[in-house]
């Protein structure tokens, strides 16, 4: 008889002390340390069985514009040989001390040290493993972010004054890299959310990645006026930051979208000769195609960049890039 498959949800609580993450673990009855989590109701969404778990469990109230949007880690275990459980884990930074419920004797908060050295089952360090390097990466990307945005202050500076940070999972494999943001995302202050990122997001499905699995940003992130070519010292000014941007991510694979990504980062211009191939420089791979703007400008151009991103994602898959190193 095949075993009865369940579906439980909860969040992995941390607070910040002195610049290293700490994690909430509940102690059980059983001797184990576990995070707030358990069964979904009928027609409940994992969020919502998640942050109703937790407050059964913990008493804390955390409200879904408080978890990260951009961590999920699901952990898969058997309770019994009849059942089969997947847990979907959300994230969430909160620093007020739970009031346990009866099903439970306690609590610690843990670094990530200390709960792996701890903790019962194997999926659960895992589990701390990445929630630890994501928290450590998006913490590295805001101190870049927040020097990046200062270069607005620049003497002569004609680029917008509205900065346009990357936008994705720190801990993705996969790294895309575009040219500047447009008006739309000027105004919204997200990359790729006009109509060329609504192509990114299809070709992106298209090549089994998804916008979820990917860190998405530019070479330059403040809007050149009038959508024009970014200038070469002002490419030079923001070259630095980039760098450092795929340096905390460490990706396993970036694609560079368009002339002035594949030149900024490969020193390869004319993309058109180039678009579709796979370079790798060190440990990562370079994906080469032309940007989403250019093919909805040169509508010919379009079965070209989707055939390129069928290729990435035949690539992808016999590479096993989106695989997590946990």
């Not at 509205?162 to 202050?189: C, D």
């Not at 089994?208 to 330059?220: L, M």
């Not at 579709?276 to 420089?281: H, L, R, T």
């Amino acid at each position: 008889m095949a075993a009865k498959h369940e579906h439980d949800a909860g969040i992995l609580i941390y607070k910040m002390k002195s610049g290293i993450p700490y994690f909430l673990f509940l102690k059980r009855r059983e001797d184990w340390l576990d995070i707030p989590k358990g069964h979904a109701e009928r027609e409940e969404k994992e969020i919502q069985t998640a942050i109703r778990e937790t407050f059964e469990e913990t008493g804390l109230r955390i409200a879904e514009k408080e978890i990260d949007p951009f961590f999920k880690f699901y952990l898969r275990y058997r309770p019994s040989r009849k059942i089969l459980k997947d847990v979907a884990v959300f994230l969430s930074m909160n620093k007020k001390n739970p009031k346990v419920s009866s099903e439970h004797v306690g609590y610690k908060w843990l670094d990530a040290e200390k709960a792996m050295s701890s903790l019962k089952f194997k999926n659960q360090t895992q589990l701390i493993k990445a929630a630890d390097s994501y928290i450590r990466k998006k913490m590295a990307l805001d101190s870049i972010n927040e020097e990046y945005a200062k270069l607005a202050k620049t003497k002569g500076w004609k680029l917008s004054g509205r900065f346009v940070k990357g936008e994705g999972n720190p801990n993705s494999r996969v790294f895309v890299v575009g040219q500047a943001p447009g008006n739309n995302e000027n105004n919204e202050m997200r990359p790729f959310i006009g109509v060329s990122g609504r192509l990114l997001d299809e070709l992106l499905d298209m090549a089994s990645i998804g916008r979820n699995n990917a860190y998405i940003t530019s070479v330059v992130q403040f809007f050149p006026f009038n959508n024009r070519i970014p200038s070469r010292e002002e490419i030079s000014l923001c070259k630095p930051y980039l760098i450092k941007q795929i340096k905390a991510i460490k990706p396993k694979l970036v694609v560079l979208l368009g002339n002035v990504a594949a030149e900024t980062v490969l020193g390869m211009g004319k993309v058109m000769d180039h678009h579709g191939s796979v370079i790798k420089k060190g440990n990562k791979f370079y994906f080469i195609t032309m940007h989403p703007a250019a093919a909805i400008r040169i509508r010919k151009n379009i079965p070209a960049i989707k055939n390129d991103f069928r290729k990435l994602g035949k690539f992808v898959k016999k590479n096993k890039i989106l695989l997590q190193d946990f």
